[in-house]
C-alpha cells in the first residue's frame, strides 16, 4: 500500500523557518515528480514546488527564493525548506507523487497530474 506521510509543520512566526518532510512509502519513487502544494482556508488548492526524477526543481512565484524542495532518494524522502515565512504562507501542506519521468521544461504544476497524496501537516505563521 502506498503511503506518503507529512511531517514537520507547527507554528512559527513571521521570519522564521520550518522543513517540511514527506516520506514515501509501498514503492520506491525515485522516477517520479515529487511535489508540495497548499491550501488556506476558503482557498483552493495552489501548487508550492516541485522537484522531479533528473531534479530539476519548479517553484511558485510565491515562494522562489524562500523555499527550497529537495530529494534523497535513498529515504524515499523529499523536503521543503521554507524560510522568512510570511503570514500568508499560512495553510495545510500536502505531498504528492506525480508523474514519472516527467520531461517537461518546468512543472508538473497541475493537481491532476499527480496520483497520490499526504494527508496534509498544518503550518501557521503568526505576524
Known amino acids: 500500500q502506498v503511503q506518503l506521510v507529512e511531517s514537520g509543520g507547527g507554528l512559527v512566526q513571521a521570519g522564521g523557518s520550518l522543513r517540511l518532510s514527506c516520506a514515501a512509502s509501498?514503492?520506491?519513487?525515485?522516477?517520479?515528480?515529487m511535489g508540495w502544494f497548499r491550501q488556506a482556508p476558503g482557498k483552493e488548492r495552489e501548487f508550492v514546488a516541485v522537484?522531479?526524477?533528473?531534479?530539476?526543481?519548479t517553484y511558485a512565484d510565491s515562494v522562489k527564493d524562500r523555499f527550497t524542495i529537495s530529494r534523497d532518494n535513498t529515504k524515499n524522502t523529499h523536503y521543503l525548506q521554507m524560510n522568512s515565512l510570511k503570514p500568508e504562507d499560512t495553510a495545510v501542506y500536502s505531498c504528492?507523487?506525480?508523474?514519472?519521468?516527467?520531461?517537461?521544461?518546468?512543472?508538473?504544476?497541475?493537481?491532476?497530474?499527480?496520483?497520490?497524496w499526504g494527508q496534509g501537516t498544518q503550518v501557521t505563521v503568526s505576524s
Open positions: 504528492a507523487a506525480g508523474p514519472e519521468w516527467y520531461t517537461g521544461t518546468t512543472g508538473p504544476r497541475d493537481i491532476y497530474q499527480y496520483n497520490y
Open positions: 509501498g514503492r520506491s519513487f525515485r522516477t517520479y515528480a
Open positions: 522537484i522531479n526524477w533528473n531534479l530539476r526543481t
